[in-house]
């Protein structure tokens, strides 16, 4: 059984507040046994794991690690929503003004970095500039999972000792093959691929002005406040 099963077998369970003995009861185990399996000691049948997966409601390919997403669906690039696409259930609601402001800036400045991105047919370039900034979200997202007292670690596959050590060396891993693909260089971890057109990345405020009239407005805040936050 893959090593996942142990982990989300165990992150199910404590997150619905159910207790051991309950529910081996209703898989039809022993508790001795059921604890064997949240522990990795045993392995279960198939019997058994579609059992857990109907007892929950999840798909066994959640259940294996095989999927994300609790139903077991792999979700393709086109099927991703657009980020303003939930409309009004994504609003900020009593977050006041400034939070709603900070989210705006980043999106729409998001959307001026990727597109010159695309322009300058880099895949590599593009590839560590989304890993980095994936990486940040995923740091903030664990920094406000944590403060929930009853928030299962189970949720994540690298242990909270070494989190973040290893995502912030591997944001910097990120960063510095940026830098090295800018400079013409190859990356430690892969072959040195010129920029196809690296013109798209000669940037001046008129440009991004006359490019991007509704979205650079943002980014050129975005700057303004963060240098500012910086220098504080």
Do not use: W
């Amino acid at each position: 059984m893959k090593s996942d099963f142990p982990r989300v077998f165990s992150l199910l369970r404590k997150e619905r507040g159910l207790s051991q003995k309950s529910t081996a009861e209703a898989l039809g185990v022993s508790q001795a046994l059921l604890s064997h399996y949240e522990k990795g000691i045993r392995e279960c049948g198939l019997d058994f794991l579609v059992r857990a997966a109907d007892f929950y409601g999840v798909s066994t390919d959640y259940l294996l690690g095989r999927s994300p997403s609790p139903d077991g669906m792999t979700v393709s690039v086109d099927e991703i929503p657009e980020p303003d696409a939930v409309g009004r259930e994504n609003v900020m609601k009593d977050a006041g003004i400034l939070p709603v402001l900070n989210k705006k800036l980043i999106a729409n400045s998001m959307n001026v970095l990727f597109d010159i991105l695309s322009q300058s047919g880099s895949r590599e370039l593009t590839q560590e500039v989304s890993s980095f900034l994936m990486l940040a979200v995923y740091r903030m997202f664990r920094v406000i999972y944590n403060i929930g007292p009853k928030n299962q670690p189970g949720m994540f596959t690298v242990p909270k000792t070494i989190e973040r050590g290893y995502s912030d060396a591997a944001m910097q891993r990120c960063e510095a093959n940026a830098i090295a693909i800018g400079a013409g260089e190859a990356p430690a971890d892969g072959a040195h691929k010129p920029i196809p057109h690296p013109e798209a990345l000669c940037i001046t405020t008129e440009r991004l002005s006359r490019s991007y009239p509704l979205f650079a407005p943002s980014l050129l805040n975005l700057i303004q406040n963060c240098e500012n936050h910086i220098r504080r």
